[in-house]
C-alpha cells in the first residue's frame, strides 16, 4: 500500500468525511467517531463502514463479524478509504473543472465496490448534472441512489423545480415518464416539473396530493410543500397561512427543508415581508445548502430582500458572496450586474 493521502472534503452533508486514499480498499481502516449520548466521550472508532444512511451508520469494528449500527444525528465525523478516481473527481469538481470531474467520477463508479460510497459518487454526479443545468439527468442520477437506498444521505439533492424554471421538449417527456412510474421519488420529480405545464397541471395536482399522503415523510413533506408553488403569487394568501408553512418546514426532515424554505421565502416577498423573507432565504443560504443551484437563488432572493430594506451593505455582502461560491451559476451573472450597478459602497477608501 502506498503512503495514505489525507484530505478534507466537505460533501455538502452534515458530516465531514476525511478522505484517506489507497491502493486497495481492504487494505485500510475507516475511523468514524460517534457521541452515543448526551454527556458521554465521543467513540473512537477504527472500523469499516459497512453502510451509511440518512438514518443510521452500520460498521464492523476492528475484526469482529458483528455490525454496530448508531443512529446518523450521532456521528461527528468519518474518515473513509476512497478509491484515487474518487479523491481526484471531487477535487477537480471543486476547482471548477465539471468534464473532467464527471468522467473520473464515472471511472470511480466502476472502481468502488461499497454500496454506501457508490451513492455518495452519484451525489457527486448530480452536483455536477445541476451545475449544468440538466436536470434530467440529475434526475436519473438521483433515482439511482433512491433504487439503492430510501432514505440516503444524499436527500437534500433530490433536482424538485421551486421556482418557474423552463422546461424543455426531452425534460418534458422525461418528466411524463417519471409521472408515469412506480418509485414515488420519480412521480415527485415528474410533478414537479409539470407542476406549472398548462397541459400536465390538474394532473400533478392530483399525483402530488396523493403524494402528500406517503408514508415516507420525506416524500409528504416534499409533495406539500411543492403545492405551495401555487400559491406563491397568489394575492390571498394569509398571514395564518404562511405562519402554518413555517410550522411545518421546521417539522419536516432536515434533508427536505431547503426547497420548502425558499417557497415561504417568495411568499413572504410577495407580500413585502422583505425581513421575514430574507430570514427564510439565508436558512437555505447558511444551513440547507447542499443543492447549488437553489442555494445561490436563495442567496440572489435574500439580497433583494435587503435591498428593499435599505440594508444595502448586507446585500452587496451577499451578491459577493454568489459571485465567489457559485460563479458558474445564472445567479451570479445577475448578481455581477447588479453589483455594477448599485451606487459605490461608503466605506470604499475614498484615497482609491
Same mark, same amino acid.
Given at each position: @500500500?502506498?503512503? @495514505?493521502?489525507? @484530505?478534507?472534503?466537505? *460533501?455538502?452533508?452534515?458530516?465531514? #468525511?476525511? *478522505? =484517506?486514499?489507497?491502493?486497495? /480498499? ?42 454496530? !449500527? =448508531?443512529?446518523? +444525528?450521532? %456521528? ?55 451545475? &449544468? ?24 439533492? #433530490? ?6 424554471? +423552463? ?14 412510474? +412506480?418509485?414515488? *421519488? ?63 418546514? !421546521? ?61 444595502? !451593505?448586507?446585500?452587496?455582502? /451577499?451578491? &459577493?458572496?454568489? %459571485? ?23 466605506? *470604499?477608501?475614498?484615497?482609491?
Amino acid at each position: @500500500m502506498t503512503a @495514505m493521502c489525507r @484530505m478534507a472534503a466537505r *460533501v455538502g452533508l452534515p458530516v465531514i #468525511i476525511t *478522505v =484517506f486514499v489507497a491502493t486497495s /480498499l481492504c487494505a485500510a481502516k475507516d475511523r468514524v467517531v460517534v457521541q452515543p449520548r448526551e454527556n458521554a466521550s465521543p467513540l473512537v472508532l477504527a472500523c469499516e463502514i459497512v453502510d451509511y444512511t440518512a438514518e443510521k451508520i452500520s460498521l464492523h469494528v476492528n475484526t469482529q463479524s458483528t455490525v454496530h !449500527e =448508531f443512529p446518523a +444525528e450521532q %456521528v461527528q465525523s468519518v474518515e473513509a478509504v476512497q478509491t484515487e478516481s474518487h479523491r481526484r473527481g471531487v477535487e477537480r469538481f471543486q476547482a471548477g473543472d465539471l468534464s473532467e470531474a464527471e468522467s473520473l467520477l464515472v471511472q470511480a463508479l466502476a472502481d468502488e465496490p461499497r454500496a454506501w460510497m457508490q451513492r455518495e459518487i452519484r451525489g457527486w454526479l448530480v452536483r455536477g448534472a445541476l451545475r &449544468r443545468g440538466d436536470r434530467a439527468e440529475a434526475g436519473r442520477r438521483f433515482l439511482e441512489i433512491i433504487e439503492q437506498e430510501r432514505a440516503p444521505r444524499e436527500y437534500p439533492l #433530490i433536482p424538485l423545480v421551486w421556482g418557474t424554471a +423552463e422546461t424543455g421538449t426531452a425534460l418534458r417527456q422525461q418528466a411524463r415518464e417519471w409521472l408515469t412510474g +412506480e418509485l414515488e *421519488v420519480g412521480r415527485l420529480m415528474g410533478a414537479s416539473i409539470l407542476l406549472l405545464d398548462n397541459a400536465y397541471g390538474e394532473v400533478t395536482r392530483t399525483e402530488l396530493r396523493r403524494l402528500a399522503r406517503s408514508t415516507d415523510r420525506r416524500v409528504s413533506a416534499l409533495a406539500r410543500a411543492q403545492l405551495w408553488r401555487l400559491r406563491v403569487t397568489a394575492t390571498d394568501v394569509t398571514a395564518n397561512e404562511l405562519a402554518e408553512w413555517e410550522r411545518e418546514i !421546521e417539522s419536516m426532515p432536515r434533508a427536505v427543508r431547503a426547497g420548502p424554505y425558499w417557497v415561504l421565502g417568495r411568499a413572504l416577498f410577495q407580500r413585502s415581508e422583505y425581513d421575514r423573507s430574507a430570514a427564510s432565504m439565508l436558512w437555505v443560504t447558511t444551513v440547507y445548502a447542499e443543492n447549488e443551484p437553489l442555494t445561490a437563488q436563495a442567496t440572489w432572493e435574500a439580497a433583494n430582500a435587503l435591498e428593499r430594506l435599505g440594508r444595502s !451593505e448586507d446585500a452587496r455582502s /451577499l451578491l &459577493r458572496e454568489i %459571485v465567489t461560491r457559485f460563479g458558474w451559476s445564472p445567479a451570479a451573472a445577475q448578481a455581477r450586474l447588479r453589483l455594477e450597478q448599485m451606487p459605490q459602497s461608503k466605506d *470604499v477608501d475614498r484615497d482609491g
